[in-house]
Each structure stands twice: as C-alpha cells, then as structure tokens.
C-alpha cells in the first residue's frame, strides 16, 4: 500500500461516519502487521497467543528475537510495549512506544500507549501531550478524550 492510500486512511479517521473511522482503523492495523508480510504476521499471531496464556516471559523474549531481526518492524515493538504495559513495566513500555512512534509517526496505538505509559509513571504532562498526538489522528478516540481530562485533573 502507498503513501496516498495511507493518507486517505488517515483522513478516514476524522469522518464524523463511525463505519468510515471503524474501517479505516482496521485497514491501518491490517497495514501494520502485514509490514513483514506472512512472516511477521505469523511471527505475531503465535506471540500473540502466548501472551494470551500467559507465557509472557516467552512472548517477550520472541518479541525480542523477532525485533532484534526485523528492527524497523514498528507492530513488533508496539506488542512488545503493551506487553511491558501488561506487566507493570512502564519504562520499557514507555520506551517502546517511542520507537514505535519513531517508525511510524501515525501510529496511534503507539501514541495511546505512550499516553498510557506516562500516566502510570505519574508524568501526567508527559501524558496529555501523547493524548492530545493521538487524537489529532484520531479526533472521535472517545478513550483519549477521556484520559486527557482524567490527567488533565490530576494536575490541579
């Protein structure tokens, strides 16, 4: 898929239709797991169902591998940081999602995660900023909405 596709993509998210945002938010995850083709969606999938059993310590070392081989594959880092998020380990998921975001500046899992990240360390600043980055992506991410004014509380 090119840049024009992914653009219009985007533009997608901020139509005031929901079956407009829903399709096009599906069709941007599509785009980020299938960057790597079979292999990094297969790679995905299976470390995606030992995070569900809860093998964490085997889905973080093949996330590991997985980066360590395909280190531009932004997805990977991104399951890689909600695993961290999971897990109680904020930094490492903190720093994930800046790579992600690094990569692939629109990826507003990856900004959700920051955002996320920030809070549960207590950098509430930290976090409204990566709230209010992902939803300049994504305006009607009701979720966002909601936890930039819950930090936005935190703070007076």
């Known amino acids: 898929m090119n840049d024009s596709s992914i653009n219009l993509l985007l533009e997608d998210l901020k139509n005031p239709k929901e079956k407009v945002r829903q399709r096009a938010t599906g069709e941007l995850w599509r785009i980020w797991f299938y960057q790597k083709g079979i292999y990094g969606l297969e790679k995905l999938e299976r470390i995606q169902s030992l995070f569900k059993s809860g093998d964490t310590k085997q889905a973080e070392a093949l996330l590991t591998d997985l980066i360590d081989d395909q280190p531009d594959f932004a997805e990977a880092r991104n399951q890689r940081a909600l695993l961290y998020y999971t897990i109680g380990d904020y930094e490492k998921a903190r720093d994930d999602c800046q790579e992600v975001i690094t990569l692939n500046p629109v990826h507003f899992g990856a900004l959700h995660g920051l955002g ?3 809070a549960a360390l207590g950098d509430y600043r930290a976090a409204i900023q990566a709230f209010r980055k ?6 009607y991410a ?12 935190r703070l007076s």
């Open 116 to 118: 996320l990240s920030h």
């Open 142 to 153: 009701l979720i966002n909405q909601k936890l930039l004014l819950e930090c936005t509380a």
């Open 134 to 139: 992902a939803l300049e992506i994504q305006p």
